[in-house]
């Protein structure tokens, strides 16, 4: 595993050290899940970034993926 040092606020590490004791994990622990959190989270909202000009762009009812009504005949010849 690399290792990297950064300088953070005190308030800051007694943040993390409070939230690490809480949880029961060492700060180098939870700042690697936060991290990795931040990243996904990331790479999802990115993903959405592509379709964000369409999205919402089609009128119609706004339960159709869920209201049974609207699956009434489909598939029938």
């Given at each position: 595993?690399?290792?990297?040092?950064?300088?953070?606020p005190e308030?800051?590490?007694?943040?993390?050290?409070?939230?690490?004791?809480?949880?029961?994990?060492?700060?180098?622990?939870?700042?690697?899940?936060?991290?990795?959190?931040?990243?996904?989270?990331?790479?999802?909202?990115?993903?959405?970034?592509?379709?964000?000009?369409i999205v919402?762009?089609?009128?119609?009812?706004?339960?159709?993926?869920?209201?049974?009504?609207?699956?009434?005949?489909?598939?029938?010849l």
């Amino acid at each position: 595993m690399k290792n990297i040092s950064l300088k953070i606020p005190e308030s800051l590490d007694s943040q993390i050290v409070a939230l690490a004791n809480g949880l029961n994990k060492n700060k180098s622990e939870l700042i690697r899940e936060i991290l990795e959190d931040y990243l996904i989270s990331k790479k999802a909202a990115n993903k959405l970034s592509g379709i964000s000009d369409i999205v919402g762009s089609i009128d119609g009812p706004q339960d159709l993926s869920y209201n049974k009504n609207h699956l009434e005949g489909l598939g029938e010849l």
